[in-house]
């Protein structure tokens, strides 16, 4: 449809116009790009930027009071097995359960820095998913603005490649000019109206300083 100019016609003005018209419609194509970009992923991204930090700072204090909780109970713990092992008397029985309670606890403790290991991936998991989520729509954008760019450019290129491959031949509006001047054909609907009317009253030179001019 939009090469119709280039392909079946040689006047070099109008394939110019028509390839501006097509670029235009590309840039329109890039514009909404761009919008694109703003709406569906810098603005979204900066909203969860901002939640994201708190987030991640209440993450960030639950895990460090747990954990400082965990490793406070085996220090006890350990300092009571000590103390125990020190005495000359020492009762087997209650040493026995002391080194019990602190292979709970610290499994408790294991537990504790595996999980907020496991919290802490998770949530930039699903960091990057919201990243990968958002730039789809940016991509279908991009698909679209390629395949007007396609559309737009390779619709024209055949016809301006019929009408640059005769730069040494004149087209048949031009031939008709030379034949007779006041022939339709030399001027054709889609031509310029600044165009000099050239009268059956005017004598060949006038006629010839008009198409000078």
């Not at 119709?4 to 070099?12: E, F, K, M, W």
């Not at 460090?64 to 005495?87: F, H, M, V, W, Y």
């Not at 450019?153 to 730069?167: C, D, E, I, M, V």
């Not at 000019?177 to 054709?188: C, K």
Request: with cysteine; hydrophobic share 30%; aromatic share 4%.
């Amino acid at each position: 449809m939009y090469a119709t100019l280039t392909v079946n016609g040689s006047n070099t003005g109008d394939a110019a116009e028509d390839l501006v018209i097509g670029y235009n419609h590309v840039q329109n194509q890039f514009r909404g790009l761009m919008h694109s970009m703003n709406t569906d992923f810098i603005v979204p991204l900066e909203t969860k930027l901002d939640a994201e930090e708190k987030t991640l700072m209440d993450m960030h204090k639950t895990y460090r009071q747990e954990n400082g909780k965990r490793e406070s109970s085996l220090s006890k713990t350990r300092d009571q097995i000590r103390s125990l092992k020190k005495k000359t008397n020492a009762q087997h029985e209650k040493l026995a359960q002391l080194k019990q309670i602190e292979s709970d606890q610290t499994e408790c403790l294991h537990q504790t820095r595996v999980e907020g290991l496991r919290k802490a991936l998770l949530e930039e998991r699903r960091m990057y998913c919201f990243v990968l989520d958002h730039l789809t729509s940016v991509i279908r954008n991009e698909v679209a603005y390629n395949a007007t760019s396609h559309e737009e450019l390779s619709a024209r290129l055949n016809g301006l490649r019929t009408l640059t491959s005769t730069p040494n031949e004149l087209p048949e509006e031009s031939a008709a000019l030379l034949i007779d001047p006041r022939s339709p054909r030399a001027f054709p609907p889609s031509s310029h109206d600044d165009v000099p009317d050239i009268g059956e009253d005017k004598a060949p030179m006038e006629v010839e300083s008009t198409m000078v001019k």
